[in-house]
């Protein structure tokens, strides 16, 4: 009998926890409907540059616009290699003409990081933070603002994830030095004094792929070296960005449940790379990664339609 009920007993506690994480939202948060993001920012203003191309539109981009994107979508950039739907088009840049088709080679991936530049350089006059994202990843884009709102865009920054557990030997001239280097699948952010002092080495793309080429170094590990190389400026860690490469940061679920509301960005990944516990809220609408639940669970009294999704779910759910 017991061994038979193991099961919905489970999901009866999944149940409870997300019964208690909306009660403790309601009673949190003043109800607002609107306001989500000025609840916690003042005054920063962040670009967001996202990698993605047209192959990737429905399986991942759209998970995005639904969700985090349509947040802060004035202030979102998309490197693509040709135009998507349902983005305007001032907010696109494209590739496919000088970088040629998608691939994970070298080359490619410093062209389509040469291109973040380009944006950058245009906007730096209306923006304090520049950051990019890949298009498998979810930004919680109020813990970003709060994190950056913290340091001073006047200052040099390199924000990211490291991207392995040691340094980047290196013993070449110009730089003889192991340094830091962050992942880009984990997103980065430099501030408006980083951008500015990059410009000599970010002026067009065919410069950054062959300084690519030069050092035989992918986009993320050459910018590391533009950063410590030539500027001195080395990487700030911070654990909260997560990119899909991360084993463990799905596995176990307790942990995930407890500390996903401190998370500035979330990767993902088909099989395991994404919180596969938690339910689809709506059955009409396929929710491969549980991006949208997830959102839904960030800011689950703000929006309204996630209210709704998560009553139901609690109540109309059969266990
Ligand atoms: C946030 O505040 C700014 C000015 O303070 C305002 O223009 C904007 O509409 C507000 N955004 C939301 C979502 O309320
Ligand atoms: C564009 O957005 C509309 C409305 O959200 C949606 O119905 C349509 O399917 C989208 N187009 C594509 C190609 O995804
Ligand atoms: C690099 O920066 C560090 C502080 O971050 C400073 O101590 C050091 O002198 C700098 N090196 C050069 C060559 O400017």
Redesign the pocket.
């Given at each position: 009998m017991f061994l038979l009920n193991i099961s919905s007993y489970r999901k009866y506690l999944f149940i409870i926890f997300l019964f208690s994480i909306f009660i403790y939202y309601n009673l949190l948060f003043q109800r607002k409907n609107s306001n989500i993001i000025n609840q916690t920012s003042n005054s920063i203003r962040i670009l967001y540059v996202i990698r993605t191309s047209s192959y990737f539109?429905?399986k991942r981009l759209?998970y995005l616009l639904q969700t985090w994107i349509s947040l802060v979508n004035q202030d979102v950039f998309f490197v693509t290699d040709i135009l998507l739907?349902?983005i305007s088009q001032n907010h696109m840049i494209l590739t496919k003409q000088i970088c040629g088709p998608d691939a994970h080679s070298m080359n490619i991936l410093c062209c389509k990081t040469a291109h973040d530049f380009i944006i950058f350089h245009r906007y730096i006059s209306e923006y304090d933070w520049f950051c990019h994202f890949d298009d498998d990843q979810y930004v919680n884009v109020n813990n970003l603002k709060k994190y950056l709102s913290t340091l001073d865009f006047n200052q040099p920054y390199y924000i990211g994830r490291a991207s392995w557990s040691n340094t980047i030997k290196r013993s070449k001239e110009p730089y003889p030095y192991s340094f830091w280097f962050a992942t880009l699948g984990a997103g980065i952010c430099l501030s408006k004094r980083t951008i500015y002092l990059l410009k000599p080495y970010t002026q067009s793309v065919s410069q950054f792929i062959d300084g690519c080429i030069n050092e035989n170094y992918h986009d993320d590990i050459y910018l590391g070296f533009l950063l410590n190389g030539y500027l001195n400026i080395t990487l700030t860690k911070n654990n909260h960005f997560h990119s899909h490469l991360e084993k463990f940061f799905y596995h176990n679920k307790q942990i995930f449940l407890r500390t996903f509301t401190n998370e500035i960005t979330f990767g993902f990944n088909i099989p395991d790379r994404y919180p596969y516990y938690l339910p689809q809220l709506d059955k009409s609408y396929l929710d491969p990664y549980r991006i949208r639940t997830l959102h839904c669970l960030l800011y689950i009294t703000q929006i309204k339609e996630c209210e709704t999704k998560i009553r139901q779910h609690i109540f109309n759910s059969t266990i």
């Open positions: 539109y429905q759209i739907p349902n």
